[in-house]
């Protein structure tokens, strides 16, 4: 039986009304030059039907989740989507479909936010921060800033109970301002919060298929762009934020790292294809059917084939795949599979393994001084957490813990093995808590709601 696997839908391609400064996929445009236009760029219902009809069939599971991303998917109009669901009841057989949808929420109206309320749609908004921080580089094609427009947008999808995550892209601006960020995204309603890092190596001289991003395994000459965030301050970004939810947010305000690291420290396998093991089990699809290794290996050289003329199980699954996704735990330095945090990170996404490790082997990942940094801030914390799940009691007890903490100062920031257990259970930390986060048993998780 074929093993589970996930496609990002593109229906769009790289077409987009804003001009995002560090958008990675806007010159994917290059790899279609005979492809213009809002019209040339939309999925035609044959790719449409046959994406759907196969992605379903080739799903073992009873919950088939599309993701339709772009470019910007709301171009195409709320009729294009109103296809997408005569298709999948068409094809469902029985299964259960979820849609997501990823947009910049500019055209969100109240057609969109009935439309999506109605099929229960999750939508995943793009915003950096406030209008400042935000406007930095996400701008229309005019250069016009899109704050205003995307808080609009947020506002129809709270009016029609849309339920929506927030994306914020981590770059070299925002990274700087932690909890003006933070706390931005909770005044403007986000409950669920991505933050995602960007880096992105420009090409000194001609690159692959004439882009300026050179493809991540690329050895062409080539320099980190201005806009990437750099790893000293995602580090910074990542503990500021962490030491706010974790004093005054835990149940109430979820973060997909956070949540994910701490299924790390229970045992759970990863949630996210970039802390796991292995990857390839995430592809993409583009608006013409041709199928892609991933989201950000969209260059000619990792092209699968397409779904008009190959079977999308069968690419899925085909040996040149396959060996992409091994590649990312065999290619993995001694210097990673050393690393006491290796459980956590496995690497990290191979998109960003083109450092040197101190002993000068290749493929230690560029934010590897971010997540070191990050786990190893956290880890107390988790590992209370991961304590209070195995002894069935709430995650959430970690905020009154951490503040007794900064009470009693530094010197009581480290627990013994043989200091009684901070869960209040009268027994030694190595015998309570610290036995089941030293074992990595399966316990359930806080409530997490990654992006569909």
């Not at 055209?107 to 229960?120: C, I, P, Y």
């Not at 050179?214 to 000459?221: T, V």
């Not at 001694?334 to 290749?362: I, S, V, W």
Request: aromatic fraction near 12%.
């Amino acid at each position: 039986m074929l093993t589970p696997f996930h496609v990002i839908s593109k229906p769009i391609g790289p077409f987009c009304n804003l001009d995002c400064k560090y958008c990675f996929y806007l010159e994917k445009g290059k790899l279609y030059p005979d492809t213009h236009g809002r019209q040339g760029w939309a999925m035609s219902d044959a790719v449409l039907e046959s994406y759907v009809r196969q992605y379903i069939e080739a799903q073992s599971v009873p919950v088939v989740s599309f993701a339709w991303q772009g470019g910007e998917p709301t171009l195409l109009g709320v009729d294009f989507f109103r296809r997408v669901l005569k298709f999948q009841q068409q094809y469902a057989h029985g299964k259960r479909i979820e849609n997501s949808l990823q947009t910049n929420g500019v055209l969100l109206d109240d057609q969109w936010g009935e439309f999506l309320s109605t099929n229960r749609f999750l939508v995943g908004i793009s915003i950096d921060g406030p209008r400042g921080i935000h406007n930095r580089y996400r701008v229309d094609r005019a250069g016009a800033p899109s704050f205003d427009r995307v808080v609009r947008g947020i506002e129809v999808l709270k009016k029609h109970g849309v339920e929506f995550n927030t994306l914020t892209v981590v770059q070299r601006d925002n990274s700087r301002h932690p909890l003006e960020v933070y706390r931005f995204l909770k005044e403007v309603g986000s409950g669920f919060l991505q933050f995602i890092p960007i880096v992105e190596r420009a090409a000194q001289t001609g690159a692959e298929d004439g882009l300026v991003l050179i493809a991540p395994d690329s050895e062409a000459p080539a320099k980190v762009s201005e806009w990437s965030v750099e790893p000293f301050q995602y580090g910074k970004f990542l503990c500021a934020v962490f030491d706010e939810w974790v004093r005054n947010d835990v149940g109430s305000v979820f973060v997909q790292l956070f949540d994910v690291t701490l299924q790390d420290w229970v045992g759970g396998p990863p949630s996210l294809c970039v802390f796991a093991p292995a990857c390839g089990d995430a592809m993409v699809i583009e608006h013409n059917g041709d199928l892609y290794s991933c989201d950000h290996y969209v260059y000619s050289r990792y092209r699968l084939g397409n779904i008009l003329e190959d079977s999308l199980a069968a690419m899925a699954c085909s040996p040149q795949q396959r060996s992409f996704g091994e590649a990312k735990q065999t290619a993995l330095p001694a210097y990673c599979r050393e690393c006491e945090f290796l459980y956590a990170c496995n690497g990290e996404c191979p998109k960003h393994r083109f450092e040197r490790t101190p002993d000068g082997e290749p493929g230690l990942n560029y934010l590897c001084p971010a997540y070191k940094r990050f786990f190893s801030h956290v880890e107390p914390y988790m590992t209370f957490m991961a304590g209070e799940l195995a002894n069935r009691r709430a995650p959430a007890n970690v905020m009154q813990w951490a503040r007794e903490r900064d009470v009693q100062g530094p010197g009581k920031r480290q627990i013994g093995r043989n200091d009684p257990c901070p869960c209040g259970s009268g027994r030694k930390y190595k015998k309570c808590c610290g036995s089941a986060a030293a074992g990595r048993g399966r316990h359930p998780l806080t409530e997490s709601r990654p992006a569909r």
